[in-house]
């Protein structure tokens, strides 16, 4: 299994700024995962982000909205840009497992306020 | 876009068995059937998977029946650290997507 962190474990910020948030993972891994969980609900697939190409993006997410980075194989950050308070929600990173891209190991979650 | 529900909550004892179905009529053919348990403030954390049938791991059973339009998370003996929400994650034959179900919140009481 792998062991993933982020940063900032939770934030309030004001609308129109943008916050980068960090997904830092123990071992090298070839797809990383971004997610968006509202409170109460379950999880929405933002990426997909492959290191060396372009973050795969969900329909209903721009990279506009949602840049993401993938400069190594254990790092990566989704930047939520000009946040509007329907911004606010638990993002979190995961990574695929050894077996399959089923198996996933999340991090604990940014949970970002925007007022 | 087909969507993977799931029962909103469950309650449960201490020692009993506990069972949660998830419908997902829309699984592409080929994809597994994975389950998580999350914790509040925490991400959600692998518990099983399978493809068909029966899959039993230290934890939990996972059972599949031949049209694989459903699974049914098996607890045996649940405790109070089992209260968690769970969530069932599988591939959209529509989109190829993994999708994961609407989550079932189970309390455990003693």
């Known amino acids: 299994s792998a062991v993933i962190s982020q940063k900032p474990s939770r934030d309030i910020c004001q609308r129109g700024t943008s916050l980068t948030i960090q997904c830092q993972v123990d071992?090298?891994?070839?797809?990383m995962f971004w997610y968006r969980q509202q409170p109460g609900q379950s999880l929405t697939l933002i990426a997909t982000?492959?290191?060396?190409?372009?973050?795969?993006?969900e329909s209903g997410f721009v990279i506009d909205k949602f840049p993401i980075s993938r400069p190594n194989l254990t790092f990566s950050t989704l930047t939520v840009s000009n946040m509007s308070p329907e911004d606010s929600s638990i993002y979190l990173c995961s990574v695929g497992g050894t077996s399959s891209s089923y198996e996933q190991y999340f991090g604990p979650g940014t949970r970002l306020t925007v007022t | 876009l087909a969507k993977t529900t799931q029962p909103i909550s469950m309650d449960s004892y201490e020692g009993q068995e506990v069972n949660i179905t998830c419908s997902h009529n829309?699984?592409?053919?080929?994809?597994?059937i994975t389950w998580y348990q999350q914790f509040p403030s925490q991400g959600p954390r692998f518990i099983i998977q399978?493809?068909?049938t029966k899959v039993t791991n230290e934890v939990a059973s996972l059972f599949i029946p031949a049209d694989r339009k459903s699974s049914t998370l098996s607890l045996p003996r649940v405790s109070l650290s089992d209260t968690a929400v769970y969530y069932c994650l599988v591939g959209d034959i529509g989109t190829d997507k993994l999708i994961f179900g609407t989550g079932t919140r189970l309390q455990v009481f003693p």
């Open positions: 982000a492959n290191q060396g190409s372009e973050a795969t993006y």
């Open positions: 829309n699984i592409a053919t080929n994809d597994y």
């Open positions: 399978g493809y068909k």
């Open positions: 071992s090298q891994v070839t797809m």
